[in-house]
């Protein structure tokens, strides 16, 4: 596969602060790649370092095998998708999009065609002539991508844009993004901090924390085999625990945490006894009134702390009664766990294998 | 107190007589000024003798009106000609201005900027005379020199024009800057994504969204430029302002001709404000 | 890229710069640098002070002076007293559907010529005036009453003159304010008094500094107003500095006067800045 986009060791200080840390990726032709990461992690700047708003202060970046330093914003083969879509007020819709057509000095007969028929493509049909401010969010993402789009760039960068609309239109969009995406086959550089936006759309995601990557994975091996203690806690919701390695083998280790309980759990790094650990396990792996007979099973113990009611997403708090740390447990409402109320003592466990250990610093 | 709150009687009538003296005094003069020039009488004084519009367009000897006035038109159309080369001077500095100080960073731009505002705090008449000085200075220097005699240096038209303008400028300075402060600069940085160029972004975007405010700053320039007495006292040449031609009318005696004028310039005024407030409405 | 930015900037910044060094930092170096020159006895330019020991030796100059800087605070201060209400009425007390017509009736005399303005003043109140006719026909005066050319009109004049540069700034102001905290205020006891001294005043600061300088400075600077209907004795130094320049051609002595009034109205505009820790760049937004 051709690489449309690769940056390589790339950093951007400003001043003292570091924004940037030697990142390096690579994007295939075709991808859908997101960044992650919380908000001053450093994921604007770089993607205005892709953009050419910014020039980095070490590394390369290239595009379509070409190094992009020294060349400007408007001499790049990438275009930005504002976060808040940057559409100019004082032009219809037909002439935003055809805005960067004219300043590549085309025909008014080859814009007229082709703005027609980007605007078919969105699925804006016969909207050429509306002012920006008569469209409603949707539509005005996607105009945004329509002008872009239509210059047929390398790579398409998107800086949040679905922040700005509600809920329901947001999920909707999601979607929409990633069928428009497989449709034209651009690569796009999706950054957000938005976990959802991220897992659903996405071929690839980077976790960035610090100015670093963290993780640079498919969204299932992110959320099931996250490689650093940040991508566990950011990427879903996990209930951690630290501790020290009592034990180990064959791939499990026993641990005892701070609050003095023994656990076993499927460790991948080189943790010999002693090392200190931080663990994790999801809400959804832990099993409300388990099997016995289980292998490499924890069980303990738990008293129901509350309820948290949220649809298909409802959780219970639940505190061990041998140990300090309150647990977040998955909720099926599958009306089996109907019963259970504030106060009620629950069997609780979860296997060995489902839970991830790091060396904790 | 305020609308929301209760108020007494007397607090509200007390407070509607207030605004309506304030009204009435601030109205006074204009409306005696404007019903004066249709009086039949050789003075702009009562007893009403009647209605006429000898002092618009009678050409009799001593009822001569203004459109007959060659004077007064000769200065009106003087007028005309300063206030169209100040407000398209200041507009084009006072734009150039405003994207100087709103978007661009420099060394001493905090001094430069206060200099900038300096013409706002200088009297009128200072101003004048300090251009004055100088142009003379100049006028000397190049002739002593060259053996030149430069007309520009000399009081007159485009000294006029330099003096008025070297204020005004700061005015329009001012208000394109208020409206280039609300420009989402998100605006420009994706036009440069799309493919324009610096000056192509200037063009096409960002001096599209200033339009109403050059334009709205250029009729206010204009009316200022019209209107200038102090500045252009010490400045002009031969060929009179309005004003000044007004004012030398005023000082020695009056007919009722320059109320006829005052009250074209009311009206011409108003009106050219009505479309200017309409017209920046419209595009808010 | 570079050079593309730097183009862009020269264009922005040549005419500035032409601009505020041709026609406002040179024109007052020379004028500052002329009032300390004088002829000679066979008519050359040489160094001197003479200008400046006229206008201390010479009482009608420096009582000019005097008269001129007290009467334009003077001015300042009744144009805010008479405009504060009449914004506020605006602002805060006529309904909202007035609130825009009433403001854009007040702009209306702003745009007519301050000499048509004097000129209406002068037919009113003149000894043939408008006002003296209908006191004779009302029997209230028996013989015309001269009422222009004394210190009293002059005041006025300039007074109407001046303000609507006061009224404008104090509506803007004025609407920012919150009507709530006049409410809570009220709500907490607050009188009249004690809530335009410490809610009103204070919020509107910026509007009443930025009004009181252009009043200031325009009626320091003003020549037809104390020409036109001032007395003969109520003489202005806009006056002084005109008779210098036109009738005596002394342009000397008359750049002297001119840099005095400068130095005069920016320290007076300075000084109160300072008094309300106020700073230009913020008071002309």
Known sequence: ?361 | MIRSLPNTRPYTIGFKIYVGLFFSFLFLPLVVTCVLAFNDSPFPALPWKGFTLTWFTGDQPGRVGIFHDTVNLSAIWVSFKVAFWVSLLSTIVGTCGAFLFEQEQFRFKQALYFLMLAPLVVPGVILGISILLFANTLGVAVENTFNLDVPLFRPGFWLVVLGQFSFIATLVTLVVSARLKKFDRTLEEAALNLGANRLEVIWHITLKFLRPAIIGAGAVAFLMSFENFNTTLFLVGSEATLPITLYLQVRDGSTPVINAISFLLIVGTSLLALINLTFSRKKE | MRSRRSLTFLLFITPVVLWLFLLIVLPHVDLLLMSFHTEDDSGAMVWSLVNYLNFFQEPVYWRTFMRTAIYAILVTMITFAVSLPVAFYITKVVSPRFSGFLSLLLLMPFWVSELVRVYGWMILLRESGVLNHFLMVSGLLQRPVEMLYNDVTMVMGLVYTSMLFMVVPLISVLESLDDSLIEAAYDLGGGIFSIVTRIIIPHAMPGIMSGGIVVFMLTLGNYLTPNLIGGKNSLWFTEQIYNQFIASFNWNQGAAFGFLLLVLSSSIIWLGLKLTRQKLSQVVQ
Not at chain 1, 45 to 66: D, H, Q, S, W
Not at chain 1, 169 to 193: D, P
Not at chain 1, 339 to 346: A, I, S, T, Y
């Open chain 1, 1 to 361: 596969m051709a690489i449309d986009l690769n940056v390589e060791n790339v950093s951007k200080t400003f001043g003292d602060f570091t924004a940037v840390r030697e990142v390096s990726f690579a994007v295939e032709k075709g991808r859908f790649f997101s960044i992650l990461g919380p908000s001053g992690c450093g994921k604007t700047t770089l993607l205005r370092m892709i953009a050419g708003f910014i020039e980095p202060t070490v590394g390369r970046i290239m595009i379509r095998g070409k190094d992009m330093a020294g060349f400007p914003p408007n001499r790049r083969p990438v275009n930005l998708i504002f976060q808040h879509l940057a559409l100019f007020p004082m032009m219809n819709v037909a002439q935003n999009i055809a805005f960067g057509l004219q300043r590549r000095r085309e025909t008014r007969a080859e814009i007229d065609r082709k703005v027609d028929d980007i605007l078919a493509r969105v699925g804006l049909p016969g909207f050429g002539g509306k002012r920006i401010d008569q469209l409603s969010g949707g539509q005005k993402q996607r105009v945004a991508i329509a002008r872009c789009l239509v210059l047929d760039p390398a790579v398409l960068l998107l800086d949040e844009p679905l922040g700005a609309l509600d809920l329901k239109l947001r999920e909707q969009m999601k979607v929409e993004l990633k069928k428009l995406q497989a449709e034209v086959g651009t690569t796009f550089i999706y950054i957000t901090h938005d976990q959802s936006e991220a897992l659903v759309m996405s071929d690839h995601v980077a976790v960035m924390n610090g100015g670093r990557f963290e993780q640079v994975d498919t969204p299932r091996n992110l959320y099931a085999r996250p490689q650093t203690p940040f991508v566990a806690r950011f990427v879903g919701e996990n209930n951690g625990w630290k501790g020290v390695v009592a034990d180990r083998q064959d791939g499990l280790c026993t641990l005892r945490t701070d609050d003095d309980q023994l656990f076993s759990a499927a460790t991948h790094d080189d943790l010999p006894p002693g090392t200190p650990v931080i663990f994790f396990i999801r809400p959804e792996a832990i099993i409300i009134a388990p099997d016995a007979g289980l292998e490499n099973f924890n069980r303990m113990t738990a008293v129901i702390q509350s309820i948290l009611f949220d649809g298909a997403n409802s959780r219970m708090l639940a505190m061990p009664e041998a140990g300090a740390t309150e647990l977040m447990i998955a909720l099926p409402q599958n009306r089996q766990y109907d019963h259970l109320k504030v106060g009620d003592r629950v069997a609780i466990g979860w296997s060995a294998r489902s839970a991830v250990c790091f060396k904790d610093r």
